[in-house]
C-alpha cells in the first residue's frame, strides 16, 4: 500500500498523526491479508477508520498531542484493481495515455465552496482560506473516507502528493515532467520537489509515483 500522509497540529504533533495513520493503516492491512489471504477495498476504509480511532485517542488523552490530525491517501491494489482511499486535501493523480487528471476530491473549505457554486475555480486557486480542510483523520471519532476503484491497465500512472506540490505545481506542469524523465520515476519525483521548491516551497513537499507494469502496481 501506497501512502501520503501529511499531518497538522503544533509542536510534533502532526508528525505522529501522519506516522500513526501510515503504520496503522499498513498493519491493519497486512493483517487482513494474513486472516483472509486477500484484502479488499472495504477493508482499506475499514484500516483508515482503525487510524482515526487510533489518532483520536492519542489526540484525546495526551495533552501535547491534542487536536492533532492528518491528512491521508492511500493506493492499494487488490488482484486487477486498483483502490483509492482519500480523506483531507492531499491528492491523488492518475496519469494514463498521456492524460492527467485528478481522481480524489479536495476535502478543503474552499473546494466545498467551489461544489456549491459560491466560487469559481479560479477564486478558489488564490482563495486565502484554501488551506483549510474539512475532513482529516484524528480530529473527530468519525471520518467519512472517499473510496474509488480502477481498473489497472499497464502503463497507469498514480502520483500521491500533499498540497505543498499540487499548490505550486499545475497538472499539465506534472505531466510535462512526468514525460521529461522517460520512464525514472525517481528522477521524476526529484525534478518535481526542485519545480515547486523553486517556486517558493514554503510547505513541506510529499509525493509518491507508482506505475503499473505488467499487472502489478
Ligand atoms: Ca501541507
Not at 493523480?93 to 478543503?108: A, E, K, P, V
Not at 468519525?142 to 505550486?168: I, T, Y
Request: hydrophobic letters at 40%.
Amino acid at each position: 500500500v501506497f501512502i501520503v500522509a501529511d499531518g497538522m497540529g503544533g509542536h510534533a504533533a502532526g508528525e505522529v498523526a501522519s506516522r500513526m495513520a501510515v503504520e496503522i493503516i499498513g498493519s491493519w492491512l497486512q493483517k487482513t491479508i494474513e486472516k483472509q489471504g486477500k484484502a479488499s477495498g472495504k477493508d482499506l476504509v475499514q484500516a483508515v477508520k482503525e487510524a482515526n480511532h487510533q489518532i483520536f485517542i492519542s489526540g484525546s488523552e495526551n495533552a501535547t498531542l491534542q487536536g492533532m490530525g492528518t491528512t491521508m491517501v492511500a493506493l492499494f491494489q487488490a488482484d486487477e484493481q486498483a483502490y483509492v482511499a482519500s480523506v483531507g486535501d492531499s491528492r491523488v493523480y492518475q496519469i494514463r495515455t498521456n492524460q492527467i487528471s485528478q481522481i480524489t476530491r479536495d476535502h478543503s473549505l474552499v473546494n466545498e465552496y467551489v461544489e456549491r457554486g459560491m466560487l469559481t475555480q479560479e477564486a478558489a486557486e488564490h482563495h486565502p482560506l484554501k488551506h483549510v480542510i474539512s475532513r482529516a483523520l484524528g480530529t473527530n471519532t468519525e471520518v467519512e473516507v472517499d473510496l474509488l476503484e480502477v481498473l489497472l491497465q499497464e502503463g497507469d500512472r498514480f502520483l500521491l502528493c500533499s498540497d505543498g506540490l499540487s499548490n505550486k505545481l499545475s497538472p499539465s506542469e506534472i505531466l510535462t515532467l512526468l514525460n521529461q524523465s522517460n520512464g525514472d520515476l525517481e528522477k521524476a519525483c526529484r525534478q518535481m520537489i526542485e519545480a515547486a521548491n523553486q517556486k517558493g516551497g514554503e510547505d513541506n513537499i510529499t509525493l509518491i509515483l507508482a506505475a503499473c507494469k505488467g499487472d502489478t502496481l
